[in-house]
């Protein structure tokens, strides 16, 4: 299990590349990346912060559920914070199971929680100013299909 809570830029291909060399245990690679959208309103800049100690902690336990719900060989997942601005990327996960059901199922999961309940903190500048961007309905909603109690 890999989490990693970065500024850095990283290299989405050379990340599968790496997490998927030598692996004759697995039947399935799932990867997922983020990338900062341009959205309507004309996003200038993404700033994302956190708490690094409670970011990190919160990333490993979510991975640790999604190893325990699916049979897992292997879970990666990067987050960037920092100014980040439109087609950046902003994360990956990436999950590797014996079989595409559970890989797909999990990849899944970790995005639900990633957007949800992940402790990071997202402010929008456009050229109307600056903006904390709130929760969506549509990703609460996600998450719940998960029936997770103690995620909500």
Not at 25 to 43: I, M, P, Q, Y
Not at 52 to 58: L, N, Q, S, Y
Not at 73 to 91: C, K, T
């Amino acid at each position: 299990m890999d989490i990693r809570v970065q500024a850095e830029a990283f290299d989405a291909g050379a990340e599968l590349n790496a997490f998927a060399r030598g692996r004759t245990d697995v039947g399935a690679v799932v990867t997922f990346s983020g990338l900062v959208r341009d959205v309507a309103h004309g996003l200038k800049v993404m700033e994302i912060e956190h708490y690094p100690g409670m970011t990190a902690k919160a990333l490993e336990a979510i991975a640790a559920e999604a190893k325990t719900r699916w049979s897992l060989a292997d879970v990666l997942v990067i987050h960037r914070y920092g100014a980040l601005h439109p087609g950046d990327q902003i994360m990956m996960v990436a999950t590797a199971s014996s079989h595409r059901a559970d890989a797909f199922a999990a990849a899944d999961f970790l995005m639900d929680y990633l957007k949800s309940r992940a402790p990071f903190w997202k402010k929008e500048t456009t050229g109307k100013g600056d903006a904390w961007v709130a929760s969506k309905d549509e990703d609460e909603a996600a998450l719940h299909r998960w029936d997770e109690p103690g995620l909500t």
